[in-house]
């Protein structure tokens, strides 16, 4: 069974990971739509959003994995840390970065870099790479990314990129759109 699901992923491995990872990203603006409980799907914003998943979060993440494990094969504490800290010094911001930008960029948007810097920081995080192999992880890093994108896409339509606006959005709590900017009524 395990051999039959890795099958296109082995014959395949640039196509199916970038479609994956894609159509995971897609799918993580629609459940924050759904949870968002809005009366209609925005269909042109989650289109936006998988025109960034597939045009470059799939297909950098694809390569970037690539490049990592070839300069650091292997699961052991030493070649992970390396990919570790690569992955959230240097891919990880310009992943973020092209979220925001990309899909601002994609709506129209005159404030491009203002919603950047408001929202970079508070979304920066870190992913353990130690726990999967080589040949499935951009296809994990997909999953992660769809739940991320259900994040960024709240953050970017409705918080300020704090988990703790997430949080409170999932609880129920209501703030105005300055509480949000601003930060002013949340705990750091």
């Not at 082995?10 to 990872?21: D, E």
Request: hydrophobic fraction near 45%.
């Amino acid at each position: 069974m395990r051999d039959a699901l890795l099958t296109p992923v082995r014959r395949f491995p640039w196509a199916t990971n970038v479609t994956l990872y894609g159509c995971l990203f897609a799918g993580g603006d629609l459940v924050h739509q759904r949870f968002s409980r809005k009366e209609r799907v925005d269909w042109t914003h989650t289109r936006n959003v998988a025109v960034v998943a597939f045009g470059f979060h799939g297909n950098f993440n694809f390569f970037w994995m690539r490049f990592l494990e070839r300069c650091f094969p292997g699961n052991a504490l030493r070649p992970v840390l390396r990919k570790l800290l690569l992955d959230q010094t240097l891919a990880a911001p310009l992943a973020i970065s092209a979220f925001y930008t990309g899909v601002s960029f994609l709506e129209g948007r005159d404030e491009i870099l203002q919603d950047w810097r408001e929202k970079f920081l508070n979304t920066y995080k870190f992913l353990n790479l130690a726990l999967v192999p080589p040949l499935i992880r951009t296809a994990f890093t997909g999953c992660c990314g769809f739940v991320w994108a259900t994040f960024l896409c709240f953050s970017q339509q409705n918080g300020d990129g704090t988990i703790t606006a997430a949080l409170d959005w999932a609880r129920g709590v209501q703030h105005s759109r300055q509480e949000q900017t601003s930060g002013t009524d949340r705990a750091e």
